[in-house]
C-alpha cells in the first residue's frame, strides 16, 4: 500500500488568499466611507452614473468570466473535446449586436432597471413577468456561482465546502451591500485582473512543461478532442435595484424618500447574498458547474431576450404577444431544461486518462486484476428518451427565444386592434427607426405612446435627444424630462 501525500495551501497560499478577500471587503468600506453623506438610490445602485468606460467594461468581463469558466470549461473540453469553442462565433456576433441594437435604447432612456423598458413599450405586468423571471433566474444561478469557487477551495484546502461558501459568500455580501456599484464595479476590475493573470499563467507554464504548443496540440488530437461543429457581486446589485423599482416602488411604496429607498436596496443586496448562500445546497445536486449555469441562463436568458427583441424591433407587437410569448418561452424552456435534467441523456464522451494525476486519497488499497472478472461494454442509447430531452443545453436560449418571436409576432397580429398604436421611436432599436425612412409611410414620428386607449394607465415616458438621420445610435444622453398630458415637459 502506497501513501501519496496530496497538495494542499501552505502558509504563502493562505496569505495570499486572505489578501485578495481583504482587498475585496476594503473596497467595499472604502466607498460606503466616501460616500456615506449620498443617500441617493442613483448613487448606490448606478455608481451616480459617472464610472468611466474602462473599469465598467473589466467588471462586465469579471461577471461573464467566474469560476464557472475557469473550473467548467477546462472539464467539459477535456470530456467532449473543442467543439464547445464554437460559442466564440456567438460572441463575435451577439457582442457588436448588444452594443449598437439594444443598449442605444436603455441608454438613451436613462432607466435603472432595464424591465422599465418592458413598460413603456407595453405594460406594467410585462414588466412584473420580466422581473420575477429575472429574479428566479439569479436566484438559482448564484449559488451556482459560489458552489465553483467554494468546491475548488475545499479541495485545495481541506476545509469543508460550507465553510468555503460562507467565507466567499459573506465578503461578496458585505462590500456589494455597503459599497454600492461602485463598490462591485472597481472589485470585479481588481478580480479580473487576477483571474486573466492566472489564466495567462497556467497557459503559459502548462504549455511550456508540455513541451511546446504543438505537443499540446497534438497530443489533443490523439484523444480526440479537436472537433469542430459534432458572478456574485454583480448579481446580487441587479437583483437590489429590479426588486426596488419593479416591485417595490411599482406595487408597495410608490412615494418612497431617496434616503429610505437607499437603506432598503443595501438591505435587499444584503438579504439577497444569504439566501444565495442558503441555496448553495441545490447547487450541489446539478452536475457539473458549466452545463449548470448555462442551463439556467438558457431557460431565461433565451425568453428574456425574445420579449426585448419584440419590443425593439417588432413595431406592430402589443402587450398580449409579449406577455403570452414571454410566458410561453419560459414554459418551454424550462420544460426542455427540466426534462434533460432529470432523464440524463447520454453523450458520448472523449477518452478519459488519469496518467499523471496525483492520488486522492490517502489509504489507496492495491488490487489484484488477475482475478477479476470483466465487465462487458454498456450499449447507451437514448431511444427511450423524448427528444427534447436530448437536446443540448446549449440550445436552450435559442428554443427559448423562437418560441417567444413567434407566439409574440402571431398572438400580437391576432389581437391587433383596427386601429394603428402609436409607438415611440425612442422605444425601437436603431435599426428600425434607421430603416424606417425607406419603408412606406416614412418615418416615425416622435409621440406619445396613448396607453389609456387600451384601458391602461398612462406611463411617463422619459425622453432623451431623438436619433439623427446622420448618425446610426445615440452617441450622447441629453437631460431627461417627463412626458405629461401628451406635451414634452
Known amino acids: 500500500m502506497e501513501h501519496i501525500v496530496k497538495d494542499v495551501f501552505g502558509i504563502v497560499d493562505y496569505i495570499v488568499f486572505a489578501i485578495m478577500l481583504l482587498i475585496s471587503a476594503g473596497i467595499g468600506v472604502w466607498y460606503a466611507i466616501v460616500d ?33 469558466t ?35 435604447v436603455f441608454f438613451n432612456l436613462g432607466v435603472t432597471s432595464a424591465y422599465e423598458y ?8 410585462v414588466r412584473t413577468i420580466g422581473c420575477i423571471v429575472f429574479t428566479l433566474h439569479m436566484l438559482m444561478y448564484m449559488p451556482v456561482v459560489l458552489y465553483a469557487p467554494a468546491l475548488a477551495l475545499s479541495e485545495v484546502t481541506g476545509i469543508r465546502i460550507w465553510t468555503a461558501v460562507l467565507s466567499i459568500g459573506l465578503v461578496c455580501t458585505f462590500y456589494t451591500s455597503i459599497g454600492g456599484m461602485k463598490a462591485v464595479v472597481w472589485t ?26 504543438d505537443v499540446v496540440w497534438q497530443r489533443s488530437f490523439e484523444g480526440g478532442r479537436i472537433e469542430f461543429w459534432s458572478t456574485v457581486s454583480s448579481g446580487v446589485n441587479s437583483l437590489a435595484a429590479v426588486m426596488l423599482e419593479d416591485i417595490i416602488k411599482k406595487f408597495i411604496v410608490k412615494d418612497i424618500s431617496e434616503l429610505w429607498a437607499t437603506r432598503i436596496s443595501k438591505a435587499l443586496a444584503m438579504s439577497f447574498g444569504v439566501i444565495s ?22 431557460i431565461v436568458g433565451g425568453p428574456m431576450l425574445g420579449a426585448f427583441t419584440l419590443g425593439m424591433f417588432i413595431p406592430f407587437a402589443n402587450t398580449w404577444g409579449a406577455s403570452t410569448g414571454l410566458v410561453s418561452g419560459f414554459g418551454i424552456a424550462m420544460w ?53 430531452y436530448r437536446l443540448s443545453y446549449l440550445w436552450l436560449s435559442g428554443v427559448g427565444f423562437v418560441v417567444v418571436m413567434i407566439v409574440g409576432v402571431v398572438v400580437s397580429l391576432i389581437t391587433r386592434s383596427k386601429e394603428e398604436e402609436i409607438v415611440d421611436e425612442r422605444l425601437l432599436s436603431p435599426l428600425i427607426t434607421w430603416l424606417s425612412k425607406y419603408m412606406p409611410g416614412g418615418k416615425f414620428k416622435e409621440m406619445v405612446l396613448h ?39
Open 36 to 68: 456615506r453623506k449620498k443617500t441617493d438610490t442613483q448613487e448606490f445602485l448606478m455608481g451616480g452614473r459617472s464610472l468611466s468606460v474602462f473599469p465598467v467594461a473589466m467588471s462586465v468581463l469579471a461577471s461573464f468570466m467566474s469560476a464557472i
Open 70 to 104: 475557469l473550473l467548467g470549461t477546462p472539464a467539459e473540453v477535456y470530456r467532449y473535446g473543442t467543439q464547445y469553442m464554437i460559442i466564440n462565433i456567438a460572441f463575435c456576433l451577439v457582442i457588436p449586436a448588444t452594443a449598437y441594437l439594444y443598449l442605444p
Open 118 to 125: 418592458l413598460e413603456l413599450r407595453f405594460h406594467s405586468a
Open 188 to 213: 470585479d476590475f481588481f478580480q479580473s485582473l487576477m483571474m486573466y493573470g492566472s489564466i495567462l499563467v497556467i497557459v503559459v507554464k502548462g504549455t511550456i512543461d508540455l513541451g511546446g504548443f
Open 277 to 298: 448562500i442558503v441555496l448553495v445546497f441545490v447547487a450541489e445536486q446539478m452536475g457539473g458547474v458549466l452545463q449548470a449555469a448555462l442551463t439556467i441562463h438558457g
Open 336 to 388: 426542455f431544461g427540466m426534462g434533460s435534467f432529470a432523464s440524463h441523456p447520454y453523450h458520448p464522451e472523449a477518452s478519459l486518462s488519469y496518467q499523471g494525476c496525483a492520488e486522492l486519497y490517502y489509504n489507496a488499497t492495491s488490487i489484484d486484476i488477475a482475478n477479476m472478472t470483466s465487465i462487458p461494454e454498456i450499449i447507451r442509447n437514448n431511444d427511450d428518451i423524448l427528444p427534447p
Open 451 to 489: 396607453k389609456e386607449k387600451r384601458g391602461m394607465s398612462q406611463t411617463p415616458l422619459r425622453t432623451t435627444s431623438v436619433i439623427s438621420d446622420s448618425d446610426f445610435y445615440p452617441t450622447k444622453k441629453a437631460s431627461i424630462s417627463y412626458i405629461s398630458d401628451s406635451k414634452l415637459s
